[in-house]
């Protein structure tokens, strides 16, 4: 598969991918005769990991430890990547609660915007505390 194809499925930039590839994230990468990138399945679902855990927030260098790690066998390798997963399920934990805070303040802000609109409450707000409340 070529660069464009597997920018589509997987949905990254071509740029995006080049640097991935140049940053060696890529094992299964191969390239053809003339040294254009060749994608096989196997390097789609590296690339789709890799999107996975840059979706989590993930830095590049720890993405690029967990396939080291993934590569390797064996009751060391499995708990080292056991201990990396556990991290990434607090860090998308954290994400998760932040989230679910800024929605209880959004759904406060459109319930006060609501009542204004039926005249329950007065627009009395400064416009900085109606930005952030």
Known sequence: MKISEVSKVVGLSVATIRYYSGLGLIP????????????DD?????LQGIKFQRDL?????????????????????????????????EKAKSD??????RMDIIDSKIKREEEIMKG????????ARRFSQ
Not at 28 to 39: A, M, P, Q, V
Not at 42 to 46: G, L, R, T
Not at 96 to 101: A, H, I, N, Q, Y
């Open 28 to 39: 299964s990468e191969k390239r053809d005769l003339s040294g254009e990138r060749i994608f």
């Open 42 to 46: 196997e390097a789609v679902v590296w």
């Open 57 to 89: 927030g993930i830095p590049l260098s720890e993405i690029k430890k967990y396939i080291a790690l993934c590569q390797q066998t064996g009751p060391a390798a499995v708990k080292r990547r056991y201990k990396m997963l556990l991290k990434q399920r």
């Open 96 to 101: 998760f609660l932040d989230s679910v805070e």
């Open 120 to 127: 329950k409450r007065s627009d009395s707000l400064s416009a």
